[in-house]
């Protein structure tokens, strides 16, 4: 495993984006990436995030980042990267994994 | 990577009911054959618990790990006939039992296997099996079991299509759900992932993973965006969306067969629905533009729908297999069951559309004093659509005793409610009771 995308959805209000980051930065976690709208006055997030120290203890970070989502009053997502790649793309399987 | 496709994935999962419908490990079970049938099921168990013992684990991470919802874990087995070459009715109970037993150790949802296959004619262990269905089917809670009676190249067999009959109205006199988990099939495929019809073909590795894709309501929702615009941009949408479902379900699959260390055998490019709302074929084709699934236009509409899934999938997957295409079981579909409550979607409607979409007459509630001859008719012209067309049919009928024409029946789970439906009383008894068998049909022989 290498990279995932944390995505958050949810109503917009100050300090979302430092939660989010501090957890990560925590966790030793390298953002590689961020993208921030605000769509339809809601807040919109996704960040890529390299797990390669992290391989074992994703869930651990998927749980947590529920947990701080449900404090912030925001949906997170935290998922492997493939999914979102793979979908809009024609390679074969072998180059992916 | 752009924010709107991340967010059109999390949409799709979320609000659109996309899934993986299944991974389902195939096992073989020609290696366990022993000399009498209490060691050969004890083999069979074994076998079963030792390949399929992280089966589910495997499944659940990849659930998580990529936010995906894997609905079914299942197995399917080599069809216990010929395993059992030798049984008497009584021993196949062993069989059941074991796969039964087996399938809850390991905790998935459905074993399929408990099959027979007697296109061309009954061996010992086929007609055994057939005779320990009732029991079989109600004293187990996860087997499921099909036979397949007709084939292109071997025609159909009219004297199984009358013991069928006989069999789904004995398994419904001992209960009103059993016969869920019973699929007569012609031209049968040996590696559908789909339940109740799968079984592990001779023709397959020792061991295998095999994935069933679903996403109506993705589908749907692609329509709407579309709307007034002509028929092409329609399959055109399909065939997009059906890549992109597909594409998960290759990547699932390859990666569950890799944690696995299995084979990966192949995609079933199908959109199985639910009886949730939004995740409905029936409401696919009405957002094609009909008022209502079983209207004149539905097989034209199915049939675009279909094969568009069909083109779009198999550029998404390495091997395509199973039955893919669209699935229109009425119990299992909120469309179709408002369809067929309203009297708007008919049986001769459901068998028509049977002609050009992947199954059969499927999940249909029928009055429980149906002659068995009728049930036997209905399977035989399944069959010769099938046959005749080179394709899969399959039948998965449910006479409920003590129900009527208009009553519903409740099956529980992702197997729904069915209102009960009207048959067409003139007898075809005379014609079920010649028996025999119903020669290949010309085209048939191409060597």
């Not at chain 2, 055998?265 to 995740?279: F, K, N």
């Not at chain 2, 729908?305 to 091997?319: C, E, I, P, T």
């Not at chain 2, 024409?405 to 009207?422: F, S």
Request: glycine content about 8%; hydrophobic content about 45%; aromatic content about 4%.
């Amino acid at each position: 495993m290498s990279k995932a995308v944390v995505t958050v959805v949810g109503q917009d209000k100050p300090g979302i984006i430092a939660a989010v980051a501090g957890n990560l930065s925590k966790h030793h976690i390298n953002i590689l990436d961020v993208s921030q709208t605000i769509m339809q006055n809601i807040f919109t997030m996704s960040m890529l995030v390299n797990l390669e120290t992290l391989d074992e203890q994703f869930n651990a970070l998927q749980d947590e980042l529920n947990q701080l989502g449900a404090e912030l009053g925001v949906t997170i997502h935290t998922q492997r990267e493939e999914i979102f790649e793979t979908m809009s793309r024609v390679s074969t399987q072998d180059q992916l994994f | 990577m752009e924010t709107k496709q991340i967010l059109e994935t999390i949409q799709m999962v979320e609000e659109e009911h996309l899934d993986i419908r299944t991974i389902t490990m195939g096992i073989s079970l020609l290696d366990t054959v022993a000399g009498d049938p209490k060691t050969t099921a004890q083999n069979i168990y074994n076998k079963i618990t030792t390949y399929a013992k992280d089966l589910v684990s495997v499944a659940e991470q990849i659930e998580r790990e990529f936010g995906i919802p894997i609905t079914n874990k299942r197995i399917s087995v080599t069809p216990i006939a010929l395993i059992a070459g030798h049984a008497t009715p009584d021993e196949m109970l062993y069989y059941a039992h074991a796969m039964d037993d087996a399938a809850k150790t390991v905790g998935v949802d459905f074993i399929g296997g408990y099959s027979a296959l007697v296109q061309k004619g009954f061996a010992n262990g086929d007609l055994a099996l057939i005779k320990s269905m009732p029991r079989a089917l109600t004293e187990t809670d996860l087997v499921m079991s099909s036979v397949n009676i007709g084939s292109t190249k071997a025609g159909i067999n009219l004297d199984a299509i009358k013991l069928m009959g006989e069999t789904v109205m004995a398994i419904a006199e001992k209960s009103d759900t059993a016969n869920a988990k019973l699929v007569i099939f012609a031209n049968a495929v040996e590696d559908n992932p789909f339940m109740a019809g799968a079984f592990h073909g001779v023709s397959e590795p020792d061991v295998v993973i095999n994935v069933g894709v679903s996403g109506p309501g993705v589908v749907k929702r692609a329509i709407e965006k579309v709307k007034g615009e002509s028929i092409q941009v329609v399959a055109e949408t399909v065939k997009q969306t059906a890549f992109k479902i597909t594409r998960v379900g290759q990547m699932v699959g390859s990666l569950a067969a890799q944690r696995l260390g299995v084979e990966f055998g192949i995609v079933d490019l199908s959109l199985a629905p639910t009886p949730a709302r939004g995740d409905s074929v029936a409401e696919v084709l009405e957002e094609i533009g009909l008022e209502q699934v079983g209207a004149h236009g539905t097989t034209a509409a199915l049939m675009l729908l279909n094969d568009a899934v069909k083109k779009g999938g198999v550029m998404a997957s390495q091997r395509v297999g199973g039955l893919s295409g669209a699935f229109i079981p009425v119990s299992e579909d909120a469309g179709m069951i408002d369809a067929a409550k309203a009297g708007v979607l008919s049986l001769a409607k459901l068998e028509a559309m049977t002609s050009v979409c992947s199954v059969g007459l499927d999940m249909i509630a029928i009055p429980g004093d149906t002659p068995a001859t009728t049930i036997s008719a209905m399977i035989a012209d399944e069959a010769a659509i099938g046959v005749q067309n080179n394709k899969t049919t399959a039948v998965r009928i449910l006479p409920t005793i003590g129900k009527y024409v208009g009553d519903m029946v409740d099956y529980g789970g992702l197997l729904g409610t069915a209102p009960v439906m009207p048959v067409v009383e003139k007898s075809s008894a005379d014609f079920i009771n010649r028996g025999g068998h119903i020669p290949a049909p010309i085209h048939s022989f191409k060597n």
